[in-house]
């Protein structure tokens, strides 16, 4: 957990700490010897962990691989804001530091880069020879790594683009440059130079033999948002009077016939007298494929609206399609940017979003605009409605309907690579439409898979993806439950390209080897383009806990590269020397990085957190129960770590929906939690902690909910683990209302602690959750408590699944907690539960945290809220001597 920028010290005593914590892990490193985490214990004696140890463990992230596989780069974070930067080799291990480095490159095989502060650290691999580069705001490397790029600004704000060998050798060097921009081939460089008060922009070749060019020379305005083509072919950017003055110009610039053409809002024949173009996250500008095209964002200029002198009353129409602040928030669609495209051969201009159809996604080869208003079918009482989408050829304006009243799941609707195809999920099935043929097909009705299942944390089951199409859009790629489909467009033809049903391993293309599969796709996705004839790398993760990842070849099918009882991820490959590197870690193993060459025993790289060797840690174990209507379900089981089997011991039972997941994951010990639970703190201080999976039934969350969580403790209790009379429950959200509802139905727990917990529904139901400026009502229909039905319709649903329906029936002490800012689950829902129990003479203590949301952010309430769950635990479950709050507040 990172603390708040407010929290981190200053740079100064980071680098300091930082040096202190590097000889630390030396000098552990040194004493350790390397072996697996299971041996750990042979070595010293043993101590028990404590809060006052727990700034010693950091956060271990990979970073990147070199191109050979022979080097690679990762950081280790503290939660203090210290982190360190290290680059290693993965044979000899020798390794750099750099304190806060960031910004990493590895350039070819031979050179490693990275910045800290305005310093470019740069290593020679080969000899080892380090140069520190003052002052640099911006730099980069050619294609081949002969030739680093570096924007260098001086102590009087004057700006040199320096060009340069990695050994030292002066190129080029540029006086007066504002910023550059390196094409995607890091073959040519943009830029823009500012001399006596002119601006100009240049382009300056990177190959072998180095020049420069003139795009524009000696203008008034000046010139930014250099964007490339995906492939360097071309180049477009903005300009401006001053940096405050509207966006004046848009520049398209081809590199092989080196033409330089320029739109002018003012004259360009049929752009809006009363928009203007602006910068906007979502409508980036960027140029088509085909380099026919550049598309950026306009937006009309407001009118000027009359002054209101009487009232600033807000007006809340009954009959209005959002409500108001969610009208505020998200409805204002003409004073929103949209989206345009310019011809820049043809010199013709096109809208393409309007305030009536303001949301837009464009087919893969940017030919064809997909819009759709999410106001259509308003209003509703889902997070998003489903809404029309139309299709628009951008060439002619043609407008034809291509879906009614269709899911606006991101997901649900993807446009194919090349453009031939829309993929849209409905009715349980993939459908495919033909742009060209304007026909749809169901693709998925005669495979007899099944395509929908649980994918999403408290949401209705769903599709379980569309990964990407193959070569040409021959055939479109679909997840299910276990397996990788491949299908062709019209559904004649299908095969399952992976046997994970047979073996009950879950098969997923991997996302960390060729980056995400969606692709942005301005308010929308679209697909990937993966080619089967190559080999694929597939994450992999068993029914049993296991993880890793698969090579698969068309043909041969899915082949292991690692898997094993770990959870393992960041997998980094390196397909031509036929290496990766992956971390891995258990419960009680700190994550590492592990190197390894397909045919060889993998080799640890580095081990985090080596300090946990000197201390007693707990285990993790996957167990199994049944539910009231005999469902197999799973379970966490998370052990003490002084663990003997003669002794019984207390258990903390965390709740919230599937979390059999976590089985592996290691869990870094801290007091500096969102919601005050921390499983390694508690199994360190002689706890069991057990994460129960919870299936919900619609129309009976709550019920369902505290039947799941009793029957997984009883199955606890039934091993002779734990002691059945010191039990605590704890939940934080969703987590927090099933514990306060699971306490009114059963007296097996001694004590809850239940955070930002919604504990009557009929009240939360008629809320508005602030952060959204959506009616809370969509949380009881697909999602999360899923009553589809309203409190007026069967009220009797709404009580008997509301704890505060039943708070008469409670035994168990209970603490309380909530931020007094959260606008996701409104706080007084804790206040009257808080009313009720205290009516009805319970145990209970409500803390209420100032300035805080809907999880805690100041390490001081962390803090807080960290202690005070111990000590109510320790209290109820240890028998401990209780603090004065906790005496006071219960007797």
């Known amino acids: 957990m990172m603390v708040s920028k407010n929290y981190k010290i200053n740079r100064a005593k980071r680098v300091a700490i930082a040096m202190l914590r590097l000889q630390l892990i030396s000098f552990l490193l040194f004493i350790l010897p390397v072996v697996a985490c299971p041996l750990w214990g042979q070595v010293v004696q043993k101590k028990q962990l404590t809060p006052s140890d727990y700034h010693l463990w950091g956060e271990l992230q990979l970073d990147k691989i070199a191109p050979n596989g022979k080097w690679t780069s990762y950081r280790v974070g503290y939660e203090s804001g210290v982190d360190t930067l290290f680059v290693r080799n993965t044979a000899s291990l020798k390794t750099y530091t750099f304190p806060a480095g960031n910004n990493t490159t590895f350039a070819a095989n031979n050179w490693f880069a990275c910045l800290v502060d305005q310093e470019v650290r740069l290593v020679n691999l080969k000899t080892g020879k380090l140069e520190t580069i003052a002052n640099v705001t911006q730099y980069a490397f050619s294609a081949d790594a002969s030739k680093l790029i570096l924007l ?18 002066t190129i080029e060097k540029i006086y007066g440059v504002n910023n550059f921009a ?94 203007a173009i602006v910068t906007n996250s979502t409508y980036k500008l960027s140029i088509s494929d085909d380099l026919q095209k550049v598309f950026f964002a306009i937006k009309l200029n407001p009118e000027t609206k009359p002054a209101v002198t009487d009232s600033d009353v807000e007006l809340w129409n009954g009959n209005a399609k959002w409500i108001y602040p969610m009208q505020q928030k998200w409805g204002q669609f003409e004073e929103y940017a949209h989206l345009a495209v310019w011809y820049p051969m043809k010199q013709l201009f096109t809208p393409i979003s309007t305030t009536k159809l303001p949301v837009v996604m464009l087919s893969g080869n940017q030919q064809y605009a997909i819009l759709s208003n999410p106001q259509d079918y ?32 991101y997901s649900d609707l993807l446009p194919s690579p090349t453009g031939k195809y829309i993929a849209y999920f409905r009715e349980d099935n993939w459908w495919v439409y033909d742009i060209a043929t304007k026909t749809h097909t169901n693709v998925t009705l005669n495979t007899g898979g099944q395509f929908t299942g649980k994918v999403h944390t408290l949401y ?31 559904g004649t033809s299908y095969r399952k390209l992976t046997n994970g049903r047979e073996k009950h391993i879950q098969f997923r293309l991997s996302e960390k080897v060729s980056n995400k599969r969606l692709k942005e796709n301005f308010d929308g996705w679209k697909s990937s383009a993966i080619n089967l004839e ?75 957190n080596p300090q946990q060797e000197k201390y007693t840690w707990g285990k993790s174990e996957l167990i199994e129960y049944r539910n009231s209507k005999n469902i197999a379900l799973k379970g966490v089981l998370f052990y003490p770590a002084t663990y003997n089997p003669q002794k019984k011991y207390p258990m903390i039972v965390n709740v919230y929906e599937k979390q059999s997941n976590e089985l592996h994951k290691y869990v870094n010990p801290t007091q500096f939690t969102e919601d005050g639970f921390n499983a390694t703190a508690f199994t360190t201080q002689g706890y069991f902690v057990l994460y129960p999976d919870i299936q919900l039934e619609i129309g009976n969350p709550g019920i369902t909910a505290a039947d799941c969580i009793v029957k997984a403790t009883k199955e606890v209790i039934s091993r002779g683990l734990v002691n059945p009379d010191k039990i605590g429950l704890i939940g934080h959200s969703f987590g927090g209302y099933e514990t306060a509802f699971a306490i009114s139905q059963t007296g097996i727990f001694a004590a809850a602690v239940a955070g930002a917990a ?21 949380r009881f229909g697909a999602e999360q408590w899923q009553m589809e039905k309203s409190p007026f319709v069967d009220p009797q649903a709404y009580n008997r699944n509301s704890p505060i329906a039943s708070a008469d029936k409670i035994s168990t002490p209970v603490l309380l907690w909530s931020g007094k800012e959260d606008r996701q689950v409104d706080w007084h ?56 709050w906790i005496s006071q507040g219960t007797k």
């Open 758 to 778: 919604v504990t009557d529904l009929n009240s939360f139901y008629l809320t508005v959750g602030w952060n959204t400026g959506k009616p809370d009502m969509w």
């Open 378 to 409: 308003e209003p509703q009482f889902e997070f998003e409605g489903p809404r029309d989408f139309y299709i628009v050829d951008l060439a002619t304006g043609d407008k034809n309907l291509l879906l009614r009243k269709h899911s606006s799941f």
């Open 534 to 608: 190559k080999e694929q790398i597939l994450r992999a993760e068993g029914d049993d806990g296991r993880t890793g990842y698969f090579k698969w070849k068309s043909g041969l099918g899915e082949k292991s590269l690692v898997y094993g009882s770990q959870y393992i991820d960041q997998f980094t490959y390196s397909q031509k020397e036929g290496t990766f590197i992956y971390q891995e870690q258990r419960f009680d193993c700190s994550p590492r990085l592990m190197f390894k060459k397909e045919a060889a025993d993998a080799k640890l790289l580095f081990q985090s």
């Open 182 to 275: 390196i094409s995607p081939t890091s073959k040519e460089l943009a830029y823009t130079v500012n001399r006596d008060n002119k601006n100009s922009v240049a382009l300056f070749s990177l190959e072998k033999i180095c020049h420069q060019s003139w795009i524009l020379e000696d203008r008034e305005e000046s010139f930014h948002d250099f964007t490339w083509h995906e492939s360097g072919k071309a180049l477009t950017f903005f300009s401006r009077q001053s940096p405050s003055a509207t966006i004046n110009s848009v520049f398209y610039y081809r590199l092989d016939n080196k033409t330089v053409l320029h739109l002018n809002p003012k004259t360009q024949l049929g752009f809006p007298e009363d928009a």
């Open 829 to 884: 829902q804790s206040i009257e539960y808080y009313l009720a129990l205290r009516r009805l003479g319970k145990k209970n203590i409500t803390l209420l945290y100032p300035k805080e949301g809907h999880t805690l952010l100041n390490p001081t309430n962390q803090k807080d809220l960290f202690e005070r769950v111990q000590q109510w635990f320790g209290y109820y479950l240890k028998d401990e001597f209780p603090p004065l």
């Open 460 to 490: 209705k089951d769903s599709a379980y993806g569309n990964p990407g199409w193959s070569t040409n859009d021959n055939e479109i790629l679909i997840y299910d439950q276990y397996d990788i489909w491949a299908i062709t467009p019209d």
């Open 152 to 169: 260098i600004t001086s102590f009087a704000g004057e700006s040199t683009l320096l060009i340069r060998t990695p050994e030292g050798s």
